[in-house]
């Protein structure tokens, strides 16, 4: 089975940090300038309130502070490339809020807002529609609830991943298959309301802090 590509964004960060060919994307995946947060379609920013990457934090770490609506953080990404060859993806994540604050859906005030794991085929056009409606991959069966204190996600890619619309893992394998293959943005979502992606924000201080980030 081929190495993996890295992604020139990626390998241009990993010589920026001195790791040259030993450093591994993980460790790019804890460096808050590989990040966006997002999406950018069009050239419009669909998360608002926030910077546009994370920023970095003590001991390895980096974090976003989530926006007051109408403010919204939707996908936070990073270039990772393919995943042939992966397993699992693993996030560690806190969240600090004041007392009382409410991490809630954009889509639909009032209630929860949720983290959802994600990949994206690269060449996606973002309509959802014939092929693009599986370049977008969700791990819904490990989304959790926005709530303070500290997290993990494990995402196994052999799970049922859900695609767009109606398509998922297992009724679709090759067009998974071939979104492993040919990966390219890999992070995670917040929302909650019509859309795992749709955004949430806070109803008063917050930050989400990512203490481990892994593609094993």
Request: hydrophobic share 40%; charged share 15%; glycine share 14%.
């Amino acid at each position: 089975m081929p190495t993996p590509a890295v992604p020139m964004a990626v390998l241009a960060l990993l010589l920026t940090l001195g790791g040259g060919a030993a450093a591994s994307v993980s460790t790019a995946a804890m460096n808050p300038g590989a990040w966006v947060i997002g999406p950018i379609i069009k050239g419009r920013n669909y998360s608002k309130g926030v910077a546009l990457h994370p920023s970095p934090g003590p001991n390895g770490t980096w974090y976003i502070n989530l926006p007051r609506h109408p403010g919204s953080v939707h996908y936070v990404t990073f270039p990772h490339g393919s995943l042939e060859g992966k397993s699992r993806i693993v996030m560690r994540y806190r969240i600090q809020a004041a007392p009382g604050t409410k991490i809630e859906a954009s889509t639909a005030p009032g209630t929860p807002g949720i983290i959802t794991p994600f990949f994206q085929r690269a060449g996606d056009n973002w309509t959802g529609r014939g092929r693009f409606e599986t370049y977008r991959w969700y791990g819904t069966f490990a989304t959790q609830q926005l709530r303070p204190g500290e997290h993990q996600i494990v995402a196994p890619l052999r799970a049922k991943w859900t695609a767009v619309e109606t398509s998922t893992a297992h009724s679709a394998p090759a067009a998974f298959g071939d979104a492993i293959d040919d990966a390219d943005q890999v992070g995670f979502v917040l929302g909650g309301g019509d859309g795992f992606g749709h955004g949430a924000y806070a109803t008063g201080p917050a930050r989400l802090i990512v203490t481990q980030f892994r593609v094993e």
